[in-house]
């Protein structure tokens, strides 16, 4: 049959064959992950096991992976280092279901990551469950982890309780975070607040990655004319989980209590002249640099309207630059990241 003359509904079938088969594809990758982390922690269970009863030594973990290696050429992953990492695995998740349900759910190289920069379980057991649900690759999780996003999240000084309806309200708390983290700006000491807003814009971005998934750019000075005058919103976003807008109203000092009035108002007006009638109430976030915790608290105490205030800080601790992954490597990361597929490191991607 010629290229030219197919039938009708062809490219239809086409297409839905070629989505079959990358969602296969998928699936597959996930499962021989899933057996892949499922064998390593088996492993590590079983040298852990060995040790306590029988007292084996380092040396006897070396003597295993030299013989494994030897019946398994062709397998990576069966190094001495591996098989260590494999006993603090097993060591870490004592319990077989998390293994199945979570922490195998991601490729070997982040749990190793996970190992090596978190010691606390109830925060690596949260690191892990984002990494499920936002898809994180390895170099995403390591900035996340090195900017301590578990302290962060859900931090900002907010009137949610009051203003939204659970579980709204818990939802959204939980998806802001105090403070946020600029370190991809080059700011002077000099800078104005518009200064701020468009190297916020140019690397739009890295922005996006540290306000976290969800969020979706509508503009940057949005215009608004009310009562015949003109109005401009330092950023407008519209948040895909919360379905609502986010009104971020930028400042370069100290957060003074007029500040809360100010966003107030810009919230009605996004909520009578762009809100739709399935979107949720819009909410306000002020980011300034600093701001006193009992300041803040007064001044959202009787605002009707869903307003968070959070710091941001443009620049990281000495220790912390010099071992976070650079803004080249995370959007490379991020450029190989896919819908659906948790990370970009599939099967065994370190300690080989």
């Known amino acids: 049959m010629s290229l030219e003359m197919v039938p009708d509904g062809y ?5 839905a064959l070629k989505e079959q088969i990358r969602s296969a594809q998928v699936r597959a990758a996930l499962a021989v992950n899933r057996e892949l982390v499922l064998l390593y922690w088996q492993i590590g269970r079983e040298i852990l096991g060995r040790q306590k009863q029988e007292g084996w030594g380092a040396k006897v973990i070396a003597r295993l992976a030299q013989d494994l290696k030897q019946e398994f050429p062709e397998m990576k992953g069966l190094s001495r ?27 070997w190289g982040h749990n190793v990551r996970l190992l090596d920069k978190v010691s606390d379980r109830e925060q690596r057991l949260w690191y892990a469950q984002q990494t499920i649900a936002h898809g994180w690759s390895r170099a995403v999780l390591d900035h996340q982890i090195e900017t301590k996003l578990y302290q962060r999240q859900g931090k900002a000084i907010t009137n949610f309780e009051a203003t939204l309806p659970s579980p709204h309200s818990d939802l959204a708390n939980q998806l802001l975070k105090d403070p946020y983290t600029f370190d991809f700006l080059s700011l002077g000491a000099q800078a104005q607040e518009r200064d701020l807003e468009n190297a916020l814009v140019e690397r739009i971005r890295d922005f996006l990655l540290e306000l976290g998934v969800g969020f979706a750019f509508v503009g940057s000075q949005y215009h608004l004319e009310v009562g015949g005058e003109d109005f401009y919103l330092d950023l407008l976003f519209y948040h895909l989980r919360l379905r609502c807008y986010v009104v971020i109203d930028l400042k370069m000092g100290d957060f003074k209590p007029e500040y809360s009035g100010k966003m107030s108002f810009y919230v009605s007006v996004v909520d009578d002249l762009l809100r739709h009638p399935e979107d949720r ?17 007064y001044a959202l105490r009787d605002v009707n309207k869903p307003i968070a205030i959070a710091r941001y800080q443009q620049e990281l601790p000495e220790e912390l630059r010099e071992v976070l992954p650079s803004i080249e490597q995370l959007e490379a990361a991020l450029d190989e990241m896919a819908p659906g597929v948790v990370g970009d490191d599939s099967i065994g991607g370190a300690a080989q």
């Open 281 to 297: 109430p819009t909410i306000g976030l002020i980011l300034c640099r600093f701001r006193n915790q009992t300041i803040a608290e």
């Open 11 to 15: 490219g239809a079938l086409l297409a």
């Open 81 to 107: 280092t591996n098989l260590l990492y494999m006993r603090a695995f097993a060591a870490a998740w004592t319990d077989e279901q998390i293994v199945q349900q979570v922490v195998g759910q991601i490729p």
